[in-house]
Nanobody, 117 residues
Framework: QVQLTESGGGSVQAGGSLRLSCEAS????????IGWFRQAPGKEREKAAI?????????GDSVKGRFTISRNRDNGKISLWMQMNSQKLEDPGIYYC?????????WGQGTQVTVSS
């Protein structure tokens, strides 16, 4: 089992920045990757940014050049961050931390991000 705990959501004005955090604990030794997905009201969940076990990153087209994912593994836990710059009015939604490994995928409970004009 993997436990994912997100933090850092909130409100920001368009053009501003937010930083999301996620802590992964539990059976993380076999993680193949970890990342952030987001879901806007009435829309499907989509990839924001992921980082694979080897360190390779991948970003959704709508966030490329604005969001940066990073992670650190220490003391049996993984800390994951996503720096979100130049926030746009289409960025709001619930942001979920996600991890996956051979026996399945895990999701955090999500953190809300709102953007005002």
């Amino acid at each position: 089992q993997v436990q994912l705990t997100e933090s850092g959501g909130g409100s920001v004005q368009a053009g501003g920045s937010l930083r999301l955090s996620c802590e992964a604990s539990g059976t993380i030794s076999k993680l193949a990757g970890i990342g952030w997905f987001r879901q806007a009201p009435g829309k499907e969940r989509e990839k924001a940014a992921i980082i694979r076990d080897g360190g390779r990153t991948s970003y959704g087209d709508s966030v490329k050049g604005r969001f940066t994912i990073s992670r650190n593994r220490d003391n049996g836990k993984i800390s994951l961050w996503m720096q979100m710059n130049s926030q746009k009015l289409e960025d709001p939604g619930i942001y979920y931390c996600n991890s996956w490994q051979p026996n399945g995928a895990y999701w955090g409970q999500g953190t809300q991000v709102t953007v005002s004009s």
